[in-house]
């Protein structure tokens, strides 16, 4: 029996931050242009030594275009990572993480 194909993800919000981007840029948020020169901004500043390109740095990216275009500043997103988080601490292991699950939350 072979080895299965390599994952190009290592873990599944790897596969989250790739799909929103790709999602947010068909609806029109940003180009592939834009994307890209953002994207090799903050691997590659002016100021300081390269950065990897991975994808921690599309998640800091697409936070940045997200507070720029007012769809979701610092805050917003800080409070839903922290709903995540708790959500992820409440949910039985196997499970798939829901905000629901987080003690908070208030639909």
């Known amino acids: 029996m072979s080895d299965p194909a390599p994952s190009t993800f290592a873990a599944p919000w790897e596969a989250q931050v790739f799909a929103l981007v790709v999602s947010l840029r068909e609806a029109g948020l940003f180009t592939w242009s834009e994307w890209a ?3 090799g901004r903050a691997i590659r500043p002016a100021d300081a030594p390269e950065q990897a390109a991975d994808y921690g740095a599309w998640l800091a990216t697409l936070e940045a275009i997200l507070a720029e275009r007012g769809v979701a500043g610092p805050e917003g997103v800080a409070a839903r990572t922290a709903a995540f988080q708790r959500a992820a601490a409440a949910t039985p292991h196997g499970q798939p993480i829901r905000l629901e699950n987080d003690p ?3 639909p």
């Open 104 to 106: 908070l939350y208030r």
């Open 37 to 39: 020169d953002r994207l």
